[in-house]
């Protein structure tokens, strides 16, 4: 009878799944897809597996990171919360040892005048909590999946500063192109002011119109040029945000220069997808939350305690008794939960419907990272095609400006001067263009990378 009593708590524990480790879920295709993708081996050549430094090789890029892994707060708050979840884990394991407690006293009493009498007593208690329904059990692997969640956090914030740093640096080159070129076409656009002020006085088929229309444009020119300056300054400053420091010019490339490599042009698969710390992390975060649903089953069954007291006095009950003795006492008792207000039955269905949440959760991160990637191939596939396509529209246009200018000089037609402003504003709305085409191809490669995990 007793062993079949034995064998029945034992398989309904077992159906309570209080005593299971966490496992990836495999009832969708994409966590079933996901779950597989654990169990295969890592590529190290792998694009989002690559070390920072080999991936960034441009040296001034390359020590601006450096500073700001060094100095950045957010990683360094992320690496505090690392070493505050490996606390917590310490906790949890030292949990299944006794707690030990010594709490020495004394007292003087005195009846009707008399000389006090003294009484002591040092008693030291032990208490060891027996984990019989996994209640320790599961408080230490919630634990360990904290710190595994907050490593991976500190990973993926890790990956964030890098590309942040990358991006900034890429952007900040753009700019300063579009200034620089913003800067020379504003000189070669005065140029054309003076030259049709100049035939107008000559009487060579220009008009006032002409001339303060070429004059409009060189204003135009010139204000965004200030522009131009504002988001230069601005982006200098989010630059020394993430090292840390006060604002200050930072010096960067003279190109926008970075390419994907050609064996990740044509896809990635979903190992890849499961190497990024934010999707551990969420993962992680379901793995909690199992066993919070754990540790709330495990508050319905009993909890057992053993407990030893023992020490020195002279204390006996109401008689004070010099020299004092030893004593000792052990006991142990069981505390089952009977009627608790409906709290327990609360805490199971919250910690149920939470991970849930962490399940959906854990699926949307995994559906948007797999977005994230294919937008960053996309934007890098059109942005080398565009990149193509503006290169030979800028040849064109130079040749339009230098035959407008041409016809201007050379011919009496009077609507001259308006080919030649439309070919240059068109000339400059284009090698502006091939700039922000090679920054998005930049920042296509950065935001692949970091989408991949990268960042080790």
Known sequence: MRVAVVALAASSLSGCHIYNKYSTPTDTALTKAYAEARQAQVDSAAFGNLLWEKVFTDPKLAALIEQALQNNTNLRNAQLNTEIAHANLQGAKLAYLPSLVLAPNGAGSSIAGSDLSWSYSLPAQASWEVDIFGKLLNSKRGAK??????????????????SGVASTYYSIAAVRSQLNLSRSTAELWK???????????????????????????????????????????????TMSLLLNTLPQQWDVADKVDLAIPVSVQNGVNMVELACRPDVQAAEQSLAAAYYTTNSARAAFYPGVTITAQGGFTNLLGSIVRNPGEWFYNLAGSVT???????????RLKAAKAQQKQALYNFEYKLLSAAAEVS??????????????????????????????????????GSTSYL?????????????????????????????????LGGGR
């Not at 991976?152 to 890098?162: E, K």
């Not at 220009?206 to 060189?218: I, K, L, M, P």
């Not at 080919?419 to 091939?434: K, R, W």
């Open 419 to 451: 080919e030649v402003l439309t070919a240059q504003q068109s000339l400059l709305n284009a090698q502006i263009s091939q700039i922000n085409t090679d920054l998005a191809r930049a920042n296509a490669v950065i935001n692949l990378y970091q989408s």
């Open 336 to 346: 089952a939960p009977l009627f608790m207000r409906g709290q327990n039955i609360a």
């Open 191 to 237: 140029e054309t002011v003076e030259t049709m002020r100049d035939l107008k006085e000559a009487g060579r088929g220009v008009t006032e119109a002409a001339v303060v229309q070429s004059a409009a444009n060189y204003y135009n020119i010139l204000g965004s040029i200030t522009d131009l300056e504002s988001t230069l300054d601005r982006l200098n400053n």
């Open 145 to 162: 999946a904290a710190l595994l969640q907050s490593e991976a956090y500190a990973q993926a914030v890790r990956s964030q500063i890098i």
């Open 375 to 412: 937008d960053a191939l996309t934007v890098y596939d059109k942005s080398m095609t565009k990149s193509a396509l503006l290169v030979d529209q800028v040849a064109n246009l130079e040749k339009s400006v230098e035959y407008t200018k041409d016809l201007m000089l050379y011919s009496t």
